[in-house]
């Protein structure tokens, strides 16, 4: 079955890019990829599952994920690119740099794990969470997933913040089908023990106040990853960008135009 992957292009410079996570579409980049575009050619993917692209019956894994990523660096004729990934992107990003090597330059892992037993679970209030959001009333839960995904105090000071990313997740809703489709793929997900295949230049950046997934993480990736780095956002959320997207641009940017010769 050939599976439709919706992208776009943006600025030009180095290839780079940006896969998203679960239940997000290419516009969860909206408050980065212009500032990025100013130095980047930004390709941005709508993952199987969600916005443009096409759902095709589940469960979905990773590694299908990441070869839907590889089909758009052909689309877009692009011989090599950086590539960051985010939460669920971020584990597709660890299966494209592992499965293609030659193709990614360097790697940005942003708040999202290594997956498999030896890593650390989800947050204990995602997960009851989880469990909750199916006897819920549909908006409610939707509103409870956008503010579990940022860091307290945001959700408190800045409700507008909250608003502007639910109108986005209402506009490109999932059927429940494909949202368990791609959580499938990240519950599925295990690099653990291939994390020291990954030969590109990576840097790990990771939100203190992740309630989606266990910032601890960000230290099994640096520690096994044999070129990496950690940075940590401290009081960010699991969309920390989303918090404080022109330290993300600078640091990511920094890191990505490093002159390492």
Avoid: K
Avoid at 23 to 39: F, K, M, N, P, Q
Avoid at 106 to 114: D, E, G, K, S
């Amino acid at each position: 079955m050939t599976v439709r992957i919706a992208w776009e292009r943006r600025g030009a410079g180095p290839p780079l890019v940006l896969v998203h996570g679960l239940g997000y579409a290419r516009w969860g980049w909206e408050t980065v990829a212009a500032s990025l575009a100013e130095r980047f050619e930004v390709i941005l993917v709508d993952n199987r599952g969600i916005g443009e692209s096409d759902a095709p019956p589940g469960p979905y894994t990773a590694a299908e994920m990441a070869e839907d990523v590889l089909r758009v660096f052909d689309a877009a004729r692009i011989p090599r690119a950086h590539v960051v990934g985010t939460s669920l992107g971020g584990m597709i990003a660890q299966e494209v740099a592992l499965g293609w090597p030659d193709r990614v330059g360097r790697l940005v892992l942003a708040c999202t794990t290594p997956g498999g037993p030896s890593a650390y679970p989800l947050p204990e209030g995602t997960v009851r969470l989880m469990g909750e959001a199916p006897s819920l009333d549909p908006a409610v839960a939707l509103r409870r997933f956008v503010e579990n995904a940022l860091a307290p105090e945001t959700v408190t000071r800045r409700p507008e913040l909250v608003e502007r990313i639910l109108a986005h997740r209402v506009a490109t809703a999932q059927t429940s089908v494909a949202w368990a489709a791609q959580a499938a793929a990240g519950a599925a997900f295990d690099a653990f023990d291939r994390l020291g295949r990954i030969t590109q230049p990576t840097l790990v950046v990771h939100g203190t106040e992740d309630r989606v997934v266990d910032v601890r993480n960000s230290a099994i990736l640096g520690e096994r990853i044999p070129d990496a780095r950690v940075e940590l956002f401290p009081g960010g959320g699991h969309l920390f960008f989303w918090e404080e997207p022109e330290r993300f641009v600078e640091t990511v940017s920094a890191f990505l135009l490093e002159d390492r010769a």
